[in-house]
């Protein structure tokens, strides 16, 4: 099965993240594609609570059929000790444990693709 990764904080999720969804899930081959919402912001921006932006990442999700869900992922990571941020390499190995197998795809913007400099170990994501 290949998984798109659909990442961000989702602080709020709107419209635009939906058809960036629909277009991955039309024009790629995916099986699936998870929204990911941010635990905790890895560059200290401030989010609406965990439980809010998943709870509106189900409603972004649903009208885009069963292909589209929520991975409480990040969640995950966030009880491990130690956490301090949401950081994508740290979700890719915890997604290969719990999902060996798998082929993943991530979904990023252009506008994060300027900022990999700034990411956790990016050429292990890479």
């Known amino acids: 099965m290949t998984v798109a990764l659909f990442g961000g904080s989702f602080n709020p999720v709107h419209a ?3 058809l960036v969804a629909l277009y991955v899930l039309e024009t790629h081959a995916v099986d699936a594609l998870w929204f990911v919402p941010t635990y905790a912001h890895p560059f200290g921006k401030p989010l609406e609570t965990y439980e809010h932006r998943v709870a509106m990442c189900e409603l972004a999700a649903a009208p885009l059929g069963p292909r589209a869900t929520v991975s409480r ?6 009880l491990r000790p130690g956490f301090v941020a949401s950081r994508t390499i740290d979700l890719l190995e915890l997604l290969g444990e719990q999902h060996p197998g798998e082929t993943v795809r991530l979904v990023i913007g252009s506008d994060i ?3 990999t400099d700034k990411w956790h170990r990016w050429d292990a994501v890479a």
């Open 16 to 18: 635009a993240h939906q």
């Open 73 to 78: 992922a990040e969640e995950t990571l966030a």
């Open 113 to 115: 693709l300027a900022e």
